[in-house]
């Protein structure tokens, strides 16, 4: 159907590096949650997120719930605006909590 500015164009699709950087960043959430409970487990830890705290506190094991809702949002959502740096941003701050992670365990 054609509107007042013409027939819709299709966008191209995103390239293959983009979709990377979406894996990236479900990878690096799994690795979050499984380090994080890790890391709570070993004594004088805690969670610096006041927010994720909040969770744990309220939902125990099941903390992770709210993350999940959040970060499947983003994965529908970031794809929409075509634009690259608030993904790699995510990737790079998220591969630096995992890291940080790590270095705890």
């Known amino acids: ?3 007042i500015r013409g027939p819709r164009r299709r966008r191209p699709p995103l ?4 979709w990377l950087l979406v894996i990236l960043f479900l990878g690096l959430q799994v690795g979050d949650i499984v ?6 487990a070993l004594p004088g830890v805690w969670e610096a997120n006041p927010v994720m705290a909040l969770y744990q506190s309220q939902l125990g094991a099941l903390w992770w719930l709210p993350k999940a809702a959040i970060v499947a949002w983003i994965c529908v959502a970031a794809p929409l605006t075509r634009r ?4 790699a941003f995510a990737v790079a701050y998220y591969g630096v909590l995992v ?3 790590l270095a705890l365990l």
């Open 15 to 18: 390239p293959r590096s983009y």
């Open 99 to 101: 890291a940080g992670n």
């Open 84 to 87: 690259w740096w608030p993904m």
């Open 35 to 40: 380090t994080t409970n890790y890391a709570l």
């Open 1 to 3: 159907m054609h509107g």
